[in-house]
């Protein structure tokens, strides 16, 4: 079945270590984003990536660090350089370009930093 | 930035009741996406919408994109214990070559039995 997958769906981290989240999809999608989504709020862009070797900062990059060196992978490396990890953080896909490209999401991973 | 100011934040209902929720902005979106969020689980797209003025069904949900193209209303027709959840609104624009979205705050669905 094509979906995204993400992995793993929760995870635990001591302060001031790294931490990277797999988002993984086989839609064929050419677009891939990370959101972090915070208790009663809506989901905030952290970056995105267009093709493959080629992404940008969204709304909230600090912190965070991404790779696409896959059309299929787009992991998210939270470094301890974030103040705030502790959130859900869910990837999504789109085929680009055009008008109807809406975004899908996968599962989600619960980061909790100790 | 952008903002979606979606309303109302939560809603207790009964069962069998219809459901009214809309999001409104200050800046004009070339698609509106409603998503249904279970607990724990990452967004379930609903309904798109890409035409000013359009109205879209999908069962018991319908969806209307605003003329102005600054807002939209999603309605749930005769609630269902599986309505239940936190239903986002997402409005897509164009920014620096990509396709963005700009999500609301989300309106949590209880519904009593």
């Known amino acids: 079945d094509g979906g995204i997958t993400q992995s793993p769906k929760y995870l635990f981290r001591k302060e001031g270590q790294n931490v990277t989240l797999s988002c993984e999809q086989n839609l064929n999608h050419d677009a891939m984003y990370w959101y972090r989504q915070d208790p009663g709020q809506g989901l905030r862009l952290i970056y995105y990536s267009q093709i493959v070797n080629d992404f940008q900062k969204g709304d909230i990059a600090e912190g965070y660090s991404v790779s696409r060196e896959k059309k299929e992978s787009f992991p998210l490396t939270v470094t301890s350089a974030q103040k705030n990890p502790t959130a859900f953080y869910l990837c999504?896909?789109?085929?680009?370009?055009?008008?109807?490209?809406?975004?899908?999401f996968g599962p989600g991973t619960r980061l909790t930093v100790l | 930035g952008q903002q979606l100011n979606q309303s109302p934040q939560s809603m207790f209902i009964q069962e069998g009741e219809d459901v009214s929720m809309n999001c409104t902005s200050s800046?004009?979106?070339?698609?509106w996406l409603w998503y249904k969020q279970d607990p724990g689980e990452g967004p379930v797209l609903l309904i798109a919408?890409?035409?000013?003025?359009e109205l879209t069904s999908n069962g018991r949900l319908t969806a209307q994109f605003g003329i102005t193209r600054k807002d939209s209303f999603l309605n749930i027709s005769a609630s269902i214990p599986s309505d239940v959840g936190i239903y986002f609104c997402a409005g897509q624009l164009r920014e620096q070559g990509a396709q963005k979205l700009v999500f609301g705050q989300g309106t949590r669905l209880t519904i009593n039995p």
């Open positions: 919408l890409y035409k000013a003025g």
């Open positions: 999504a896909s789109s085929k680009i370009p055009g008008t109807y490209n809406e975004q899908f």
């Open positions: 800046s004009i979106f070339n698609t």
